[in-house]
């Protein structure tokens, strides 16, 4: 059975993927989150979340670049 992630402050533990439901719980801290894990979101998680994500003003220039990586997935699927 897979492990579930929780989070200890704003940080997410575990090995699951990143959730919509995870990323509308932190809000704007979500921008806290490491480079590896937002490359975790599924098209589809990213793709619900995408308005959520996009309301975010504090990413770093390398978590813009991961979720960009996870939006061309989702264009790529799309087609």
Known sequence: MA?????VGVRCVGTDALTCDQ??????SVSHLDVSKLRTLSA????????QLGRVYNF????????????????????
Request: charged share 20%; with cysteine; hydrophobic share 45%.
């Open 44 to 51: 589809s998680e990213f793709k619900n979340c995408a308005y």
């Open 23 to 28: 990323i509308e719980q932190l809000g704007q």
């Open 60 to 79: 770093t220039a390398a978590q813009w670049t991961a979720l960009a990586e996870v939006a061309k997935q989702v264009l790529v699927v799309s087609s």
């Open 3 to 7: 492990t579930k992630g929780r989070f």
